[in-house]
Structure formats: C-alpha cells, structure tokens
C-alpha cells in the first residue's frame, strides 16, 4: 500500500506540473488517410447505413448517437437480434484524441476501430468484411460518392474504414467552459467548478486523467495509456457492481500482467455519458466520483468534495457541433 501511495504521489506531482491546455479544434489526419470533404460526406453516410449489419437495423451510429451523447446511454449496448454486448460503449466524441480505440485498447486507430464491430456477432453481425464490401458495392449510390472520395470507384473494406475515420475525427467537442477558462476567460468556471479543479489536483485524480483529452498523456498512435481497475480490494463495492468480473485487456492479449487493466477514459463531456465504467454500472456522476476515489485512491470524500468535483466535471462539456441525419445512397 505505501509503494502505491509513493507511485501516486510522484505521478500527481507531474500532472500538476503540465499546463493545462484547451482541446484543439481540429484533429490530426494520419499520413495515411488525409481528409477531405468527400470523404467525410461518405463517411457520415457509412456510420449512419444501418445496411451495413447483418440485419439491416445496426448502424455505428446506433450505440455511438453523434446526435446526443456520442453513446446509447445504456449500461450495454444491444447489437444485431437484441444481442447485448460486453461493455458499456464508449463516446465517440473526440476519440480521435486516443491514442488507441476500445476499453482494451486493441485496436490503434479509428479505422481500425471502425472494423470490429461490423464483423462482430453480437454488434453488427456480418459474417465477414467481403460481406460488409458486397453490401454497400449493391448500392449505387456510393459508387459516385467513393469516385469523389477516393478518385475511383473501387469499394473496399480500407476505404470504408478510411471514410468513416474521416468522418469521426470531425466529432469534436472544444470550447467547453474549461476550455475557455484555461484559455484567459477566468469567469469561465463557476466558483464550485475551479475549488474542482483543485480538488481532482489535490486528490490525485489527474495520475491517470491528465493531457488534452484528460485520459493520460499525450501517446504517440498505438501507445495505449492503462490503469489497473479496480486498483484497490473493496468487498462491498465489488458486490454491488461486479467491476472484477472483466478481465480488461487480458481480453485482447491474454497476457497476466494485463488482467483488469483498461484504457483511462475521457473527462470530456462526462456528464453526458451515463451510465459509468466498462460495465455501464454505476448510473450517476456523483457515484462514479465516490467509486473512483475509493478503488483508485482510497479515500473517502466528503459530500461537499464530491459536489466540486462533479461541478469541474460539467466544465468539460464542449460544444458539439450539431449534426443531421444524412440522406443515405439508394
């Protein structure tokens, strides 16, 4: 336990040293799949297609809602035939700023995020990803829209990974009252919210949720940043919530020393994502913060701490930009 403590200390003296920075506006393309406003025309229309599972009922957007929260708010997600997945599913909401996608961090990128769940059984159910291609080749209408995107009219599983990438790296959240706060506007956040950002100071809150996206540093594409949760034993918490239950990124590379260890997820629009953890267990912020303290921390917090930092908590909810549902090719 004190070499733990020691741990913590010497990583929150290092976050709190980092100035704070606004989240960027504008996301880095990868050299490999430069954006363009085709692309990211073809990509909505690929994220909304439901045409794209098995049943013809699943699309991206189904359990990542660009026009709420970025999530389905459901503790799970229900994919192909009413199937409920493993975990709960993460915004999609300025996850162009992860360094890796997913909880277990298996896949580096958003395209090959965009992949997985098409070929999954419980999401979207296609048998495989020449399925996923034959799908959409069907439809003509996304033959002009790949020419404009792409230069011709060659359908594949990268290009439609591609699109779709392009399309969320515009799914930015920036200008939030933290972000404006940090930028000079010091009226930007309520004085509940700045004794917060204190708070998550103090506390040790930012070992791990430090960085732009505030969860962890800023890792080159590929490099996941993982904290082991739950960090410390609690029996009562574990029988109300059953967090030990997943295995984590043991999941993905079935090696012991990744056994409950999981991608640190964003602050950024928190409050809007409920409900919280991998298994969508705990339904309210206030919760959550009690629970984070206890097994990542142990401490206890007072109701008045709790109030402060749920108050900066809500200062990192940005401005979404409003997006309408698409007219899909026929």
């Not at 958003?110 to 070929?119: F, R, S, V």
């Not at 392009?166 to 009252?177: C, D, N, Q």
């Not at 590929?222 to 999941?251: H, I, Q, T, V």
């Amino acid at each position: 336990m004190q070499n733990f403590s020691i741990a913590i200390a010497a990583f929150v003296t290092a976050a709190s040293a980092l100035a704070f920075e606004a989240l960027p506006p504008k996301a880095a393309d990868p050299a490999n799949n430069p954006s363009s406003s085709a692309k990211i025309e073809l990509g909505k229309a690929l994220y909304f297609d439901a045409r794209l599972s098995k049943t013809g009922k699943v699309s991206c957007n189904s359990c990542h809602n660009v026009q709420g929260s970025g999530t389905d708010n459901k503790p799970v997600s229900e994919g192909v035939d009413g199937q409920k997945g493993a975990r709960n599913a993460p915004t999609v909401w300025n996850a162009a700023f992860y360094p890796v996608q997913f909880w277990d961090g298996r896949a580096a990128t958003l395209e090959d995020q965009a992949k997985g769940p098409m070929i999954n059984p419980v999401e979207m159910g296609m048998p495989n990803h020449d399925a996923v291609v034959a799908a959409v080749s069907k439809i003509q209408g996304y033959h002009p829209l790949f020419k404009s995107a792409f230069g011709d009219e060659q359908i594949n599983i990268d290009r439609i990974a591609q699109a779709i990438g392009a399309f969320e790296r515009t799914l930015l959240t920036p200008s939030s009252p933290f972000d404006r706060y940090v930028q000079g506007d010091h009226k930007a956040l309520s004085p509940a919210a700045q004794r917060g950002l204190n708070l998550v100071q103090k506390t040790g809150c930012l070992a791990c949720h430090s960085g732009t996206n505030f969860s962890g540093p800023n890792l080159p594409t590929g490099s996941g940043f993982y904290m082991r949760f739950p960090a410390l034993p609690s029996a009562a918490l574990e029988a109300k919530y059953g967090f030990s239950k997943d295995l984590g990124r043991y999941e993905a590379t079935h090696k012991d020393a990744d056994k409950h260890m999981f991608r640190v997820q964003s602050w950024r629009n928190i409050e809007l994502t409920a409900p919280y953890f991998h298994n969508g267990s705990v339904a309210t912020l206030d919760e959550a913060v009690r629970v984070m303290a206890k097994l990542q921390l142990n401490k206890d917090l007072k109701d008045s701490e709790v109030h402060d930092i749920v108050a900066f908590l809500k200062s990192l909810t940005g401005k979404r930009p409003k997006i309408e549902a698409p007219q899909l090719p026929q």
